[in-house]
C-alpha cells in the first residue's frame, strides 16, 4: 500500500492511545532493525551467540503470547489514514523497512535512503532484489499519489553499476502516462556522485476488485473496503 496515502473511512476510537501504542510499535521495529543488523555484523563467538539467541528466543515467545494469526493487511492509524504498517519498504512496524520516506515533488514522488549490511548481494552492494524493491514501491506511491492505486502489471529494471551500500542514496518516480485504471510510471536511482545506478518503467493496475470501490480514481480511498477471499488486502477497522 502506500503507507498513509489514503484516508481511512474508519473512524479511530481513541487516537491518543493508539499513537503512543505505534510510538512502541515503531520503537520495537527500530530496536528488531538493529538486532538484524547487528546479527548479520557480529564476530562474536561461543558462547555469546548462544546466549543471545536464547535470549532471542525468550523474547520471542513473550511477543506471540499475543499476536495475530495471520499478515498485518491494512489498518486505520492515529491519523485517520490507511496503513500497510507491515509493508517490507516502508512498514512502521517492519525491521527490515529500510524505512523508504516519500516527499512529493512535481509529476511525482522523491525519496533518500541507505540500506546496510543486512541487504548486501555481491560484495559492498545492494542486492538486486531489493534495488527492484525500491523501485517498485516508489514508482507505486507515485501512481497511488495521483489517485491511481494500482498493483504492479510490470517492472522493468535496469541495473546500470552497483548500488553501493551505505551511501546516501536518492530515487525518484514520476507518472509518464495514465489510461483509466492503469498508470504507466518510471524512475532511477541515483547515487552521491549523481550516477544513475538503476532504472525502471512500470505499469500499475487498479485490479477490478478494487475499482467498483474507487468509484474513479480520486487518491482517496472513499469506502474502499476488498471482498473477502478476493485478496489479502484487509482493511481493519
Ligand atoms: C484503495 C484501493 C487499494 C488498491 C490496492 C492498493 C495497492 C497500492 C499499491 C501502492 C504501491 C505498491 C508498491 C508495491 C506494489 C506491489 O508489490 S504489487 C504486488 C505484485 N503485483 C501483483 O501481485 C499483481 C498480480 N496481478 C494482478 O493482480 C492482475 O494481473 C492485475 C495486474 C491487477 C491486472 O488484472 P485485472 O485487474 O484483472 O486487469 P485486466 O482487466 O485483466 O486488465 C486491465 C488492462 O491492463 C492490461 N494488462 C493486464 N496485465 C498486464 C501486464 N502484465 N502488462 C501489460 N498490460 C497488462 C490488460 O490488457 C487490460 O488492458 P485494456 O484491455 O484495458 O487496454
Redesign the pocket.
Given at each position: 500500500?502506500?503507507d498513509g496515502?489514503?484516508v481511512s473511512p474508519y473512524p479511530v476510537e481513541d487516537p491518543q492511545s493508539l499513537a503512543e501504542l505505534e510510538r512502541a510499535q515503531g520503537d520495537l521495529a527500530r530496536a528488531v532493525g538493529r538486532l538484524v543488523d547487528a546479527t548479520v555484523r557480529t564476530r562474536q563467538e561461543r558462547p555469546v551467540l548462544d546466549e543471545v539467541t536464547a535470549r532471542v528466543d525468550t523474547l520471542v515467545e513473550r511477543l506471540l503470547e499475543q499476536a495475530q494469526e495471520g499478515p498485518l493487511g491494512i489498518e486505520t492509524s492515529s491519523d485517520g489514514r490507511?496503513r500497510d504498517h507491515a509493508n517490507p519498504?516502508l512498514g512502521m512496524r517492519n525491521p527490515i523497512a529500510p524505512p523508504l520516506v516519500m516527499t512529493d515533488d512535481e509529476g511525482g514522488v522523491t525519496c533518500t535512503f541507505s540500506l546496510g549490511a543486512a541487504y548486501e548481494g555481491p560484495p559492498g552492494c545492494v542486492h538486486g532484489g531489493f534495488v527492484a524493491a525500491v523501485l517498485?514501491?516508489v514508482?507505486?506511491?507515485a501512481?497511488?499519489r495521483r489517485g491511481v492505486?494500482?498493483?504492479?502489471?510490470?517492472l522493468n529494471t535496469t541495473y546500470r553499476r552497483p548500488t553501493l551500500l551505505g551511501t546516501d542514496l536518492v530515487c525518484r518516480g514520476r507518472i509518464d502516462r495514465v489510461?483509466?485504471?492503469?498508470i504507466f510510471a518510471s524512475g532511477e536511482i541515483v547515487d552521491p556522485q549523481g550516477e544513475v545506478t538503476a532504472e525502471a518503467e512500470a505499469?500499475?493496475?487498479?485490479?477490478?476488485?478494487?475499482?467498483e470501490?474507487?468509484g474513479t480514481p480520486t487518491g482517496d480511498?472513499?469506502d474502499?473496503a476488498?471482498p473477502a477471499g478476493e485478496?489479502g488486502?484487509s482493511p481493519t477497522p
Open positions: 500500500m502506500t496515502t489514503f490507511l519498504m517498485d514501491q514508482l507505486g506511491t501512481a497511488a492505486p494500482g498493483l504492479t502489471a510490470y489510461d483509466g485504471w492503469k505499469l500499475f493496475i487498479v485490479p477490478r476488485w478494487a475499482r470501490h474507487l480511498a472513499g474502499f476488498p485478496t488486502v
